[in-house]
């Protein structure tokens, strides 16, 4: 039987005898991504939280327990070190990087501090909230900027939208592609190609449209003509309309075309002040980023799906990067985050910070962001998920006041607690099943170490 979760500090003795004893997961749907939770159970009652980056698996931190119990949870970067071999970019850097973020929540509580103070202190007592904005199906610049504009009206300060090929791919004449392509990807692949964009479902992750989805950039063979840049840069003409000039707007999910386009694109829309162009390549081809900030004059951005610093130090020693954008729960954790936010200050890149996840993410972020010497602001993307805020007991209500997230002193992440009959409604269907025990993970132990 678990004890409930304990926050109040422990003793000294309680701290070196502390040790790590289950970790349990459940996955909550409609947040509005799918999202793992993490449990990190302790002998001294205290639970630390964590999530899988959003639209991941649990898998990628269940391999992980094997190698953490009977740790002491206090030795974080020890521990850190000891597994980030079993993470990678994107999804796969969610094991690790949600474990970390638990780690550090332990920490705080058996310490009772907040997880700034133990990042360092903070810089900022409350953290900028960006707000993505989706509209649902076809429709017009003039309709972003009225949702955008309501946005603003709530209090965000600052604003990101989608704009792309999805918006052109039923308007003949737009788009050159080697004929038949763009019908395989309406048929096969649609939520490639149908705004709102973001994580992938599972279904577009098999078969048919697997194979079309792992098309990269620069393989798609997809060219924008003059008609189709024209109805681009007509569409964020309307929204700037609508939302005036004084509000910072970026841009993300502009789809899978080549660089020599993107620049293209890019030189068109610097008339219209975007904040940033987000992921208009594959992070990883270093010289496309190098040639594309050298084009134009807008910001360019990547990093969501970059795990630990060195890679993101390789692209802002390259200068591709003017923005870069970590996620907590891919770079690494809140430690490599912060490490990666240094970095960015010494070259002077902005940093902003990807976040679609559950309160656990968001305040994960939120203490990472309070410790960095700067940052932008940090992604939300529930707005309209009414009961987004209420898994977690404990924090300030509403979270989000007139854009910004105060940054809390309680130990740890600031959870008190998770509001477990919520959870339970919100619980994945094909992933059923809330704080179950996982000891088939127990013994998966084997040689981890990388020479001979
Ligand atoms: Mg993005």
């Known amino acids: 039987m678990i004890s409930p979760d304990r926050i109040t500090p422990l003793s000294a003795r309680e701290r070196q005898n502390l040790r790590i004893t289950d970790m349990r997961f459940c996955d909550i749907d409609t947040m509005p991504k799918r999202c793992t939770l993490i449990k990190l159970y302790t002998n001294a009652g205290i639970v630390g939280y964590g999530e899988v980056r959003d639209a991941a698996t649990r898998t990628y931190a269940a391999m992980l327990k094997s190698r953490l119990l009977g740790e002491n949870p206090l030795n974080v970067d020890k521990l850190f070190r000891r597994v980030k071999q079993f993470g990678f970019h994107s999804r796969q850097g969610g094991g690790v990087s949600g474990v970390e973020v638990a780690l550090w929540d332990i920490a705080g509580k058996a310490w009772g501090v907040p997880c700034w103070q133990l990042l360092g202190g903070k810089f900022r007592d409350r953290v900028r909230v960006y707000c993505d904005t989706d509209v649902e199906g076809k429709h017009t610049g003039h309709d972003m900027g009225l949702a955008l504009k309501k946005r603003m009206d709530m209090g965000f300060t600052f604003l990101k939208m989608d704009l792309g090929i999805g918006l052109l791919i039923n308007e003949p004449g737009t788009l050159t592609a080697p004929l ?51 109805l681009l840069e007509d569409y964020v003409r309307q929204t700037r309309e609508v939302i005036g000039w004084d509000v ?199 040689n981890d170490r990388l020479w001979s």
């Open 180 to 230: 038949g392509f763009l019908e395989e990807m309406k048929t096969c692949a649609s939520h490639s190609v149908s705004a709102p964009h973001g994580s992938m479902a599972p279904d577009q992750m098999a078969g048919k449209a697997y194979e079309i989805n792992t098309v990269a950039h620069p393989f798609t063979g997809i060219r924008l003509t003059e008609k189709g840049l024209d």
């Open 248 to 446: 910072p707007l970026a841009v993300d999910h502009f789809g899978h075309i080549c660089v020599e386009d993107t620049i293209r694109f890019a030189r068109r829309m610097e008339k219209y002040n975007l904040a940033w162009l987000e992921d208009v390549a594959p992070w990883h081809y270093t010289d496309h980023y190098v040639r594309l900030r050298n084009s134009t004059a807008i910001p360019i951005c990547t990093g969501e799906d970059i795990y630990l610093k060195e890679d993101f130090q390789k692209l802002m020693a390259a200068g591709g990067v003017s923005v870069i954008h970590p996620d907590v729960l891919t770079a690494g954790g809140m430690l490599e985050t912060k490490k990666i936010g240094d970095l960015a200050y010494e070259y002077g890149v902005m940093t902003a910070l990807h976040m679609a996840e559950s309160p656990i993410g968001a305040m994960a972020a939120v203490h990472v962001a309070a410790a960095l010497p700067q940052v932008m602001a940090m992604e939300f993307h529930s707005a309209d998920v009414p009961y987004w805020q209420d898994i977690a007991n404990g924090l300030p209500r509403p979270l989000i006041q007139d854009g910004f997230i105060t940054v809390p002193d309680a130990p740890g992440l600031g959870i008190e607690s998770l509001n477990e009959e919520l959870i339970q409604k919100l619980v994945c269907k094909n992933i059923p099943g809330v704080w179950e025990e996982t000891s088939q993970w127990d013994g998966d132990i084997c």
